[in-house]
Structures are given as structure tokens and as C-alpha cells.
């Protein structure tokens, strides 16, 4: 009885309890911007990247990847249709790494909230072009190494956490997004 009387209360307790609903998921999309403008018959993505499921890597954690941001950039960025040509975007590194920070401790503790660990989102991507251009043939490789980080207070909940992790990859995404239109724009010159 007096078990049964205990697991009613628990029961009771949880069902009363609000639900923290996690923030929502970003679609990290690059559709408000236009294609680069240059056109060719085929865009390929290569995803070489392998997680390593281990820490310091953090980003298998998550509900959304480095991943999905670079792959959502070559989706809409890079434009099919043209005659000629290729692009092909390969993920080199897509990881995001948790590093501790060291704390203070002690009374301090109790009264402030301090910087406990940093995450640091990482793309590597390359783009490698054969692209028939202003009477050439133009072909290469882009190679884009960009970064992000976002440091985590102690005793974050874990929907502060998601948008400090989401914030970090817009962050990231709009650095790829810079550097590759940069780096096309000088070599696809009108």
C-alpha cells in the first residue's frame, strides 16, 4: 500500500510538471541567397567526414551537425543547369570539440555563474571546379578551413545549451558562405 501510495505521487509529480520543449531546429539554409553564377551540368557532395562517436567530440550530441550546414550551402549556392562543367564540394571536417575550461571554485562558486566549457565547430571543405569559362576551361581546387566557438556557462539547461550550439553553427555557416563567394568570385570574375 504504502508503495503504491508513493508511485501515485510520483506519477502525479511528473505529469504535473511543465515540459521544457527544446528550442527549434534551424534549417541552416542558404536559400535566401542567390547561386554563385556560375552554372555548370553537375554539382556533386562528398562527405568524407567519419564522427568519431568519442570526446573530445561532441557533435554526434546534437540535433544538427556541421554536416548538414555545409551540405545546405552547396545545395543552394552551387547551380546546376549549365551546359558544361562541374563542381564537386567534398567535407573534409565537420567536427565540433568540447574543451574543459578550468574554473575557480570555492564560495565564488555559489554566487557566480563561470565559463565551464567552450565548444569549437571546425568545416573543411574543398571545392574542386572544371568550369568552362570566358573561352577557357578554368579547373582547381578551393580549399575553406572555418571556424566558430561559443563558451557554456556552468549550469546551463540543456535547452540554453542547444541555442549556444545553434548560434555557434550560424556563425560557422555564414564564414563559409563569405569565404567561398570571396574565393569564387576571384577566380569566376565577370
Known amino acids: ?3 503504491s501510495l508513493l508511485a501515485a505521487v510520483l506519477i502525479l509529480i ?3 510538471s511543465p515540459r521544457v520543449e527544446p528550442p527549434p531546429v534551424p534549417a541552416f539554409s542558404f536559400d535566401d541567397r542567390p547561386p554563385i553564377g556560375v552554372p555548370v551540368a553537375s554539382v556533386s557532395i562528398v562527405n568524407n567526414y567519419k564522427p568519431p562517436l568519442r570526446a573530445p567530440h561532441v ?4 540535433r544538427v551537425v556541421p554536416t548538414q550546414v555545409a551540405r545546405s550551402w552547396a545545395r543552394a549556392r552551387l547551380e546546376e543547369g549549365g551546359p558544361r562543367g562541374t563542381f564537386t564540394f567534398r567535407i573534409e571536417n565537420a ?3 568540447e574543451k574543459e575550461l578550468p574554473t575557480k571554485g570555492g564560495l565564488r562558486d555559489l554566487i557566480y555563474k563561470e565559463q565551464s566549457r567552450e565548444l569549437v565547430a571546425t568545416l573543411d571543405v574543398m571545392l574542386d571546379y572544371e568550369v568552362p569559362w570566358k573561352q ?3 579547373k582547381g581546387t578551393i580549399s575553406v578551413r572555418t571556424e566558430s566557438t561559443t563558451v557554456l556557462l556552468e549550469g546551463m539547461t540543456l535547452a540554453e545549451v542547444d541555442t549556444a550550439y545553434f548560434k555557434m553553427l550560424e556563425v560557422l555557416g555564414q564564414r563559409l558562405d ?3 563567394q570571396n574565393r569564387l568570385a576571384e577566380i569566376f570574375a565577370p
Request: glycine share 6%; hydrophobic share 35%.
Open 1 to 3: 500500500m504504502r508503495y
Open 14 to 16: 511528473t505529469a504535473c
Open 59 to 62: 557533435e554526434h550530441e546534437f
Open 95 to 97: 567536427g565540433v570539440i
Open 136 to 138: 577557357e576551361v578554368r
Open 178 to 180: 563569405e569565404q567561398l
